[in-house]
C-alpha cells in the first residue's frame, strides 16, 4: 500500500544518531509502562505506528487507551515497534514463559 512502510525499512533509514537514540530510549524503559509511554520512548508518532501497521492514526490512539485487547492485537503493535511480546506468569517462587501463544500464532501463519 502508498504511504506504508515496514519498522525495518524506518530503521535501515535512520542515521546514526538516530539509531543510537532509539537504543538508548530502549535500555531506559521502565519495567511498567502503558502502550503510549512505550511508543513515545521508542521515538515514534502515532501516525508512523499507523503506517507501519496499516491501519489509521485513529486506530493507534483507540489501542492506547483500549484496557482490554487480544493477544494477538497487543503483539502486533509491540512488533510494530521492533519489540517482541512475550507472556510470563508469576508465581511466588517461580515465573513461567507462556509459549502456547506464540506456537498458536505460528501454526496459523501469523
Known amino acids: 500500500m502508498a504511504g506504508r512502510h515496514s519498522f525495518a525499512k524506518l530503521r535501515a533509514e535512520m542515521s546514526p544518531a538516530q539509531l543510537t537514540q532509539v537504543e538508548v530510549a530502549s535500555s531506559q524503559l521502565e519495567t511498567e509502562m502503558d502502550l503510549a509511554e512505550v511508543r513515545r520512548a521508542m521515538k ?3 501516525d508512523e505506528l499507523a503506517q507501519t501497521l496499516q491501519i ?3 486506530s493507534v490512539a483507540k489501542m492506547e487507551r483500549r484496557a482490554d485487547m487480544y493477544v494477538s492485537t497487543l503483539r502486533r503493535f509491540i512488533e510494530a515497534m521492533g519489540g517482541e511480546l512475550e507472556i510470563t506468569a508469576k508465581f511466588n517462587d517461580h515465573i513461567v ?3 502456547s501463544f506464540g506456537d498458536l500464532s505460528e501454526k496459523r501463519g501469523l
Open 44 to 46: 515514534l508518532s502515532q
Open 56 to 58: 489509521g492514526q485513529a
Open 97 to 99: 514463559k507462556i509459549k
